[in-house]
Each structure stands twice: as structure tokens, then as C-alpha cells.
């Protein structure tokens, strides 16, 4: 079956479809990631993207349940230049994700870094183009979106009891591997909402303020109860935990113009000038302002990727130090904190 990318500026990249059918709109991203499709697709990072994988093979390693980072994909469709194996295309059908194949990646990627992400629709069959790229034009833009009312969680839960300390996991759209990096260190963990109240929060020996999807400058509620928690207990920040972090500490966020996504970004921490690798995932980034608190910095585009208020017990990282997938370089990062925890 045919099947197309089409982008809101009017550029189409032909492909087949090896997923659901039908349409899927979403923000046109790509990953540069050379694994963990399975957890790119699942991770609630992704909600109301379409992610086109750089890798040139994808499912060659086939699928297990056991990798995804949460129940079902939040990605809306993936666009791939050659999808392997039946595992992953019959998980695709099963999950109702659009997919495509035989579609020139790297040029969508060169478009998407000189022009930006934006608005796109994957199609699943030979639709007229004029009348999917009017409805792309119709969909709301990232920018201003406010996303994680509907990927956390409802209620709170425990992931697990047995723990030296107890950690609170604010959920803005979690994944699966922050919760067990934070239990295999040691910790108890609780999982809420994320309009969870501050008093709640303040009861526990940490909170981590977890990822998510879409912009943080519409999350006024969230910020006002993060504002309302800070200096009660420690605080970690990761990704849009880290950036709802800034704006509660009155810096500012703006949009990326092709976001970080993928596993190989250089970041540089102040204090040692030591590089790590890390795992990235996001379109928004914290504006630098007179640099206070600013701990570690991109390699790639000098942007914000860490924070530290000390006088507040608060800290943050713009990458992943879960690295699901992706390199283990900052995987103590979680480690150092629990037993922070520990040792107070």
C-alpha cells in the first residue's frame, strides 16, 4: 500500500505503509537514536509526534514487552527508511500506529533542520494531498500545547515499597525506566498525578519531577505547586521536570527549531569540564539569562541542560540520566541523589 509524509509547508516524501491505516497528525520530528525504537515509540515524551527514525533499519532486533516505557505509544505515527522483521510491523498494527517505509529519511531530516519542526500528517494509503494538507494546516501547533494532563497518571500508585527512603515520582508523563532506575537504587517510590498538591509532596525524603511532552510555558498550575514545594524537601528535575524547574525559579523557556532527540548528544558539566553522552528528548529548552544555577550545557547549540539551587535542595538535567535508550555516561546522576537522600 502507498502511503506519505505530508509537512504543512507543502513538501511530501513518498513511502509505503507497513503500520494502522488511516491518517495520523502530529509535529514532524526525527530521532538520531541507532536503538530503542520500541521505547521511542512508547515513551510519553512523543505524544503528538511523528518521529522519523535516522537509523536506515528499524525493528531488525524484533520487539519485547519488557522495553516499553509505558502502556501503549504515545508516538503518533513513525516514518522509517527500511522497517525489518514482522515483529515490529505486526507490534505496530497491534499498537495502531501509522508507519512508513522506503521513505528518504535523510532528506526529511535535512528539511526538517533547515525549515523546523511542524505540523505534518503521516497517510496510510494514495489520499489527495491538497485536501491532508489543508487538515494539517487545521491542527494546533506544539508551540502553546499543553500535554501532560493527558499522558500522567489519574491516581497515585506505588511502583514499589522496599526502600531505605521514600521518593515521590511526579508523573508528567513518565517512563517506566526512571521508575525502575530510582527502585534499583535503593528508594521507595510513589507515583502521582501531575497536579499533585505540594503539601502531599513535601511529606517525602525526594521528589522527582519527571519528563514529558509538549510546551512547559502553559503549565502555570505546575509550576505555582513546584514554586509551593521548593525548600521543603529535595527536588530532581529531569527533562520537562527540569524545565518546569526553571520557569518555577524565574527563568524562561522557548521552542527549539528541531528540538534534541536522540542518543548521542555532548554535554559538558561546569564544574569538572567533563563530557558525557547523553539521551535526549525534547523540543523546548530553558533560556540561559544571566546563567545562575546553570550547571551543565550543551555541546552542540550551548543550551541549558542542567540547574542547581542548593539554597532550595533543588536540581535538574535537560537529558536522561535513565538513558533507555541510549549511553549510561550520566546514569549516576539518579544514583548520587538517592543516596543523597540516604545520607540526610
Known amino acids: 500500500m502507498t502511503g506519505a509524509l505530508v509537512l504543512e509547508d507543502g513538501t511530501v516524501f513518498e513511502g509505503r505503509s507497513v503500520g494502522a491505516g488511516g491518517f495520523a497528525f502530529g509535529e514532524a520530528v526525527f530521532t538520531t537514536s541507532m536503538s530503542g525504537y520500541q521505547e521511542v515509540a512508547t515513551d510519553p515524551s512523543f505524544e503528538g509526534q511523528i518521529v522519523t527514525f535516522t537509523a536506515p533499519m528499524v525493528g531488525n532486533y524484533g520487539v519485547d514487552e519488557a522495553r516499553s516505557e509505558s502502556k501503549r505509544a504515545h508516538a503518533r505515527a513513525v516514518v522509517m527508511r527500511e522497517a525489518r522483521g514482522p515483529q515490529w510491523t505486526d507490534w505496530l498494527h497491534a499498537h495502531g500506529l501509522v508507519a512508513l517505509t522506503g521513505v528518504d529519511t535523510r532528506s526529511v531530516v535535512l528539511h526538517l533542520r533547515d525549515a523546523g519542526a511542524m505540523r505534518a500528517a503521516?497517510?496510510?494509503?494514495?489520499?489527495?494531498?491538497?485536501?491532508?494538507?489543508?487538515?494539517?494546516?487545521?491542527?494546533?501547533?506544539?508551540?502553546?500545547?499543553?500535554?501532560?494532563?493527558?499522558?500522567?497518571?489519574?491516581?497515585?500508585?506505588?511502583?514499589?515499597?522496599?526502600?531505605?527512603?521514600?521518593?515521590?515520582?511526579?508523573?508528567?508523563?513518565?517512563?517506566?525506566?526512571?521508575?525502575?532506575?530510582?527502585?534499583?537504587?535503593?528508594?521507595?517510590?510513589?507515583?502521582?498525578?501531575?497536579?499533585?498538591?505540594?503539601?502531599?509532596?513535601?511529606?517525602?525524603?525526594?521528589?522527582?519531577?519527571?519528563?514529558?511532552?509538549?510546551?512547559?510555558?502553559?503549565?502555570?498550575?505546575?509550576?505555582?505547586?513546584?514554586?509551593?514545594?521548593?525548600?521543603?524537601t529535595p527536588v530532581l528535575g529531569v527533562c520537562l521536570g527540569h524545565?518546569?524547574?526553571?520557569?518555577?525559579?524565574?527563568?524562561?523557556?522557548?521552542?527549539?527549531?528541531?528540538?534534541?532527540?536522540?542518543?548521542?548528544?555532548?554535554?559538558?558539566?561546569?564544574?569538572?569540564?567533563?563530557?558525557?553522552?547523553?539521551?535526549?528528548?525534547?523540543?523546548?529548552?530553558?533560556?540561559?539569562?544571566?546563567?545562575?544555577?546553570?550547571?551543565?550545557?550543551?555541546?552542540?547549540?550551548?543550551?541549558?541542560?542542567?540547574?542547581?539551587?542548593?539554597?532550595?535542595?533543588?536540581?535538574?538535567?535537560?537529558?536522561?540520566?535513565?538513558?533507555?535508550?541510549?549511553?549510561?555516561?550520566a546514569a549516576s546522576i539518579i544514583g548520587r541523589w538517592v543516596d543523597e537522600l540516604k545520607a540526610a
Open 122 to 232: 503521516a497517510v496510510s494509503d494514495d489520499s489527495e494531498i491538497d485536501e491532508v494538507l489543508t487538515a494539517v494546516r487545521a491542527q494546533p501547533e506544539m508551540a502553546g500545547a499543553a500535554l501532560v494532563a493527558g499522558v500522567s497518571t489519574k491516581e497515585p500508585y506505588t511502583y514499589t515499597g522496599d526502600g531505605a527512603v521514600r521518593v515521590a515520582v511526579v508523573d508528567y508523563g513518565c517512563k517506566r525506566s526512571i521508575l525502575r532506575r530510582v527502585a534499583a537504587n535503593g528508594a521507595a517510590v510513589d507515583v502521582f498525578p501531575h497536579d499533585a498538591d505540594a503539601a502531599t509532596l513535601a511529606g517525602y525524603d525526594g521528589v522527582l519531577l519527571s519528563p514529558g511532552p509538549g510546551d512547559p510555558a502553559p503549565l502555570t498550575g505546575e509550576v505555582q505547586r513546584l514554586q509551593e514545594l521548593l525548600g521543603r
Open 243 to 329: 524545565q518546569l524547574l526553571a520557569l518555577a525559579t524565574g527563568k524562561e523557556t522557548f521552542k527549539l527549531p528541531f528540538g534534541h532527540r536522540g542518543a548521542n548528544h555532548p554535554v559538558v558539566e561546569h564544574r569538572t569540564r567533563r563530557v558525557i553522552v547523553t539521551s535526549q528528548n525534547h523540543g523546548f529548552a530553558v533560556a540561559a539569562g544571566d546563567e545562575s544555577g546553570v550547571t551543565y550545557s550543551s555541546l552542540y547549540d550551548g543550551t541549558v541542560e542542567g540547574l542547581a539551587y542548593p539554597e532550595l535542595r533543588a536540581r535538574s538535567a535537560q537529558f536522561h540520566p535513565e538513558a533507555a535508550p541510549g549511553p549510561h555516561d
